[in-house]
């Protein structure tokens, strides 16, 4: 005996196509309105002030010889005519990753909190990212049509499941005692949450983020292949080419960009003294003169 | 339920501000059955076997009056930590009323609660329990931060708390680059912020080392001598129990053994899981003078017209060595051996007994703590006679029963 199960997803989708046509327009409204916004934003800096600001960044949160490096390496994207495909990824990633953060946060917090809640949504999450990425492709061009907005949505789906699970677990390892603490000096479990088990989870939360900029970057590759846009389509373009040199550009030009947040989004999560911070955090750290030693 | 309460000593006048009656906390899914298992008499392990829940505190009832420092006592797994985290319901009680000031903790609303953790109790913990991410004045001032209290208002009082606990000028540091015992420091600052007026300490100061721990012991007594609070100190250290304690509660198995001042427990142990408690305490420390003394020499009292051969002949009778010679109203006046007494009749001194006084031997106050008058016992070829602070004898000292009074901790 023998099950169809494509069958009955293919007259899901068309009974939701059907059935939810506004629903989708307003879904996508929303998507293409933050990710055009974003970019737009990107496309209209220009390369130098973008450059300048990636530099600096990488001055302030990881130190001098990143620095070099981010500036050595973007000189090499935009030499190889790759700087507003990149752009374009990277606006894509935001994009997505800001959708997946909206999401996933709350969703993160309520697992933590609650142990149902947890239990139903950890076999999504499980199947979210066990599904071949490619499959999320069909669903979101057949409901969204092709181009950045459908990219996004099939980004985010791929990628939010870490900052869901690293949220939840963030907050599930906050030490009993300070939760006691708080407790003991009478917060409410909404002062519980922002003042004691989000700025401890925050090392955690921030590892989750950094692993979902990572997932969305590798789908956002693949997302061109529904018009998505950016180095995807370079990467595309020598695949069905099969013109190594265009293929081996793009994949190059992926790779920097990843390292790049990687090194950035990674040193969110944790204290670190860059050139930036010795030269303009130690006044802020100096102690003001107290009363009593006056 | 064995236990001693209500001492005639001094404090008892003070008014009761933690009345706790008949509390029960059983964790576990199935507390009903278990109360019920318990008060059919079942053992722990019996009730565990049959609702898989444990017992952590068993009917305890007891008083903690205010302004004192009420130290709950046992080894771990005894239910002692859980006690004092049912007074402010960390841990909710399974049944029992705790109240303080009259009103039932156990069953005021939410809100309420929330208001009185603010207000009036706040609790110091054995790992610090300080925020990471918070500098020292932020951690110290959470209570009035999520109190509502203003920024301007609250880093005030924030300071002012750590310069009472003596931690002046490291406002801004960070909590990992503190000593444990300036954590703790921090810990105790936070806590006292809020002037609150009921301060719990679980195992406060059992993380530091012995001697940050001595002194973090006398500061809390020196900041309740400045400002006396209901402190309620959990602490599985009798030497620590017996320093800074006005009285103590020992638990056993999630029962309360015994609660009484530091000398009753000590005089009057009510079973041998408290008395196990003094192997390692330093008797000395514990005991008075007067606690030793005891009225086994002859006393003979001064009055007109009696002879020393009436005394001597005493002595002969008892087959004693000395003489303490007291007053009608029993005050100390001298102490004289049976050589000195017989040299003076012989040269037919006009007062018997006051040229017979050995010299050198002075009295000691009942008040003294045995450890300070070890020396003077132990030189001294006589038992040393001990007098109350009107001067009146309570009895004497001697080495032997030195050493029986040394050797019951061992």
Same mark, same amino acid.
């Given at each position: 005996?023998?099950?169809?199960?494509?069958?009955?997803?293919?007259?899901?989708?068309?009974?939701?196509?059907?059935?939810?046509?506004?629903?989708?327009?307003?879904?996508?409204?929303?998507?293409?309105?933050?990710?055009?916004? %974003?970019?737009?934003?990107?496309?209209?800096?220009?390369?130098?002030?973008?450059?300048?600001?990636?530099?600096?960044?990488?001055? @302030?949160?990881?130190? $001098?010889?990143?620095?070099?490096?981010?500036?050595?390496?973007?000189?090499?994207?935009?030499?190889?005519?790759? @700087?507003?495909?990149?752009?374009?990824?990277?606006?894509?990633?935001?994009?997505?990753?800001?959708?997946?953060?909206?999401?996933?946060?709350?969703?993160?917090?309520?697992?933590?909190?609650?142990?149902?809640?947890?239990?139903?949504?950890?076999?999504?999450?499980?199947?979210?990212?066990?599904?071949?990425?490619?499959?999320?492709?069909?669903?979101?061009?057949?409901?969204?049509?092709?181009? !950045?907005?459908?990219?996004?949505?099939?980004?985010?789906?791929?990628?939010?499941?870490?900052?869901?699970?690293?949220?939840?677990?963030?907050?599930?390892?906050?030490?009993?005692?300070?939760?006691?603490?708080?407790?003991?000096?009478?917060?409410?479990?909404?002062?519980?949450?922002?003042?004691?088990?989000?700025?401890?989870?925050?090392?955690?939360?921030?590892?989750?983020?950094?692993?979902?900029?990572?997932?969305?970057?590798?789908?956002?590759?693949?997302?061109?292949?529904?018009?998505?846009?950016?180095?995807?389509?370079?990467?595309?373009?020598?695949? *069905?080419?099969?013109?190594?040199?265009?293929?081996?550009?793009?994949? %190059?030009?992926?790779?920097?960009?990843?390292?790049?947040?990687?090194?950035?989004?990674?040193?969110?999560?944790?204290?670190?003294? #860059?050139? @930036?911070?010795?030269?303009?955090?130690?006044?802020?750290?100096?102690?003001?003169?107290?009363?009593?030693?006056? | 339920?064995?236990?001693?309460?209500?001492?005639?000593?001094?404090?008892?006048?003070?008014?009761?501000?933690?009345?706790?009656?008949?509390?029960?906390?059983?964790?576990?899914?199935?507390?009903?059955?278990?109360?019920?298992? $318990?008060?059919?008499?079942?053992?722990?392990?019996?009730?565990?076997?049959?609702?898989?829940?444990?017992?952590?505190?068993?009917?305890?009832?007891?008083?903690?009056?205010?302004?004192?420092?009420?130290?709950?006592?046992?080894?771990?797994?005894?239910?002692?930590?859980?006690?004092?985290?049912?007074?402010?319901?960390?841990?909710?009680?399974?049944?029992?009323?705790?109240?303080?000031?009259?009103?039932?903790?156990?069953?005021?609303?939410?809100?309420?609660?929330?208001?009185?953790? =603010?207000?009036?109790?706040?609790?110091?913990? +054995?790992?610090?329990? $300080?925020?990471?991410?918070?500098?020292?004045?932020?951690?110290?001032?959470?209570?009035?931060?999520?109190?509502?209290?203003?920024?301007?208002? =609250?880093?005030?009082?924030?300071?002012?708390?750590?310069?009472?606990?003596?931690?002046?000028?490291?406002?801004?540091?960070?909590?990992?680059?503190?000593?444990?015992?300036?954590?703790?420091?921090?810990?105790?600052?936070?806590?006292?912020? &809020?002037?609150?007026?009921?301060?719990?300490?679980?195992?406060?100061?059992? !993380?530091?080392?012995?001697?940050?721990?001595?002194?973090?012991?006398?500061?809390?007594?020196?900041?309740?001598?400045?400002?006396?609070?209901?402190?309620?100190?959990?602490?599985?250290?009798?030497?620590?129990?017996?320093?800074?304690?006005? =009285?103590?509660?020992?638990? *056993? &198995?999630?029962?309360?053994? +015994?609660?009484?001042?530091?000398?009753?427990?000590?005089?009057?142990?009510?079973?041998?899981?408290?008395?196990?408690?003094?192997?390692?305490?330093?008797?000395?420390?514990?005991?008075?003078? #007067?606690?030793?003394?005891?009225?086994?020499?002859?006393?003979?009292?001064?009055? *007109?017209?009696?002879?020393?051969?009436?005394?001597?002949?005493?002595?002969?009778?008892?087959?004693?060595?000395?003489?303490?010679?007291?007053? =009608?109203?029993?005050?100390?006046?001298?102490?004289?051996?049976?050589?000195?007494?017989?040299?003076?009749?012989?040269? #037919?001194?006009?007062?018997?007994?006051?040229?017979?006084?050995?010299?050198?031997?002075?009295?000691?106050?009942?008040?003294?703590?045995?450890?300070?008058?070890?020396?003077?016992?132990?030189?001294?070829?006589?038992?040393?006679?001990?007098?109350?602070?009107?001067?009146?004898?309570?009895?004497?000292?001697?080495?032997?029963?030195?050493?029986?009074?040394?050797?019951?901790?061992?």
């Amino acid at each position: 005996m023998t099950f169809d199960i494509g069958d009955g997803v293919d007259s899901a989708v068309n009974y939701i196509l059907d059935n939810f046509a506004p629903l989708l327009d307003m879904i996508a409204a929303a998507i293409g309105t933050v990710t055009n916004s %974003i970019q737009a934003t990107l496309l209209a800096t220009p390369m130098v002030l973008g450059l300048t600001i990636f530099v600096l960044l990488s001055l @302030w949160r990881v130190g $001098l010889g990143f620095a070099v490096f981010t500036a050595l390496s973007l000189w090499l994207v935009e030499h190889m005519g790759l @700087w507003s495909a990149m752009m374009e990824t990277l606006s894509l990633v935001l994009a997505s990753t800001l959708v997946a953060m909206v999401i996933g946060l709350p969703l993160g917090i309520a697992m933590a909190r609650n142990d149902r809640v947890a239990t139903a949504v950890r076999p999504v999450l499980d199947l979210m990212q066990t599904m071949p990425a490619f499959v999320y492709l069909i669903p979101a061009a057949m409901f969204f049509g092709l181009g !950045a907005v459908p990219g996004t949505i099939a980004t985010v789906i791929f990628s939010m499941p870490p900052v869901v699970r690293l949220t939840n677990l963030g907050i599930r390892q906050v030490h009993a005692e300070f939760i006691e603490a708080g407790n003991a000096f009478g917060c409410t479990a909404t002062q519980l949450l922002f003042k004691v088990q989000l700025p401890n989870a925050m090392p955690s939360i921030m590892a989750g983020i950094n692993q979902t900029i990572m997932l969305s970057l590798s789908m956002v590759v693949i997302a061109s292949m529904i018009g998505a846009g950016g180095i995807g389509n370079t990467v595309l373009t020598g695949i *069905q080419r099969l013109d190594v040199g265009t293929g081996f550009e793009g994949g %190059i030009a992926v790779v920097i960009l990843a390292v790049i947040l990687d090194r950035i989004t990674q040193s969110l999560g944790k204290e670190r003294a #860059g050139l @930036w911070r010795a030269l303009f955090r130690r006044q802020a750290q100096q102690p003001l003169a107290s009363p009593a030693t006056a | 339920m064995a236990y001693a309460t209500e001492s005639d000593l001094p404090g008892n006048d003070r008014p009761v501000k933690i009345s706790i009656r008949n509390v029960f906390k059983v964790f576990g899914d199935r507390p009903e059955k278990a109360i019920e298992l $318990l008060k059919a008499g079942r053992t722990k392990s019996e009730i565990h076997a049959a609702t898989g829940c444990t017992i952590g505190v068993k009917d305890a009832s007891f008083d903690i009056r205010a302004g004192e420092i009420f130290v709950i006592m046992g080894l771990s797994g005894s239910g002692k930590s859980t006690m004092l985290r049912l007074i402010n319901r960390l841990i909710e009680p399974t049944s029992g009323s705790i109240e303080i000031e009259g009103r039932d903790v156990a069953r005021m609303p939410r809100s309420e609660l929330i208001a009185l953790r =603010r207000r009036d109790i706040s609790m110091v913990f +054995q790992s610090f329990a $300080l925020l990471p991410n918070r500098t020292v004045i932020d951690n110290a001032a959470f209570g009035l931060e999520v109190a509502g209290i203003g920024e301007e208002e =609250r880093r005030q009082r924030a300071r002012a708390a750590l310069k009472a606990v003596g931690l002046d000028g490291h406002d801004h540091s960070r909590i990992d680059q503190l000593s444990g015992g300036m954590k703790q420091r921090v810990g105790l600052a936070r806590a006292l912020a &809020n002037e609150p007026t009921v301060l719990l300490m679980d195992e406060a100061f059992s !993380a530091l080392d012995p001697l940050i721990r001595t002194e973090m012991q006398d500061e809390l007594v020196r900041l309740q001598a400045e400002h006396s609070r209901t402190i309620v100190f959990v602490s599985h250290d009798l030497d620590e129990a017996m320093r800074i304690g006005d =009285r103590i509660c020992i638990m *056993q &198995n999630g029962e309360v053994v +015994q609660v009484g001042t530091p000398d009753e427990i000590v005089l009057k142990p009510a079973n041998d899981y408290v008395r196990s408690f003094f192997r390692n305490v330093d008797v000395s420390q514990v005991f008075r003078a #007067g606690d030793v003394a005891r009225k086994t020499q002859v006393t003979i009292i001064e009055r *007109q017209g009696v002879s020393a051969a009436a005394a001597l002949e005493r002595m002969d009778h008892h087959d004693r060595d000395v003489a303490i010679i007291l007053g =009608r109203d029993k005050r100390y006046h001298g102490m004289v051996s049976r050589n000195s007494l017989i040299q003076t009749n012989r040269e #037919g001194a006009s007062d018997p007994y006051r040229q017979a006084f050995l010299a050198g031997i002075e009295p000691i106050s009942a008040s003294e703590s045995l450890s300070n008058v070890l020396g003077r016992v132990a030189a001294s070829a006589f038992p040393v006679p001990v007098v109350d602070e009107a001067n009146r004898y309570l009895g004497s000292i001697s080495k032997s029963a030195l050493l029986e009074t040394l050797d019951r901790s061992a």
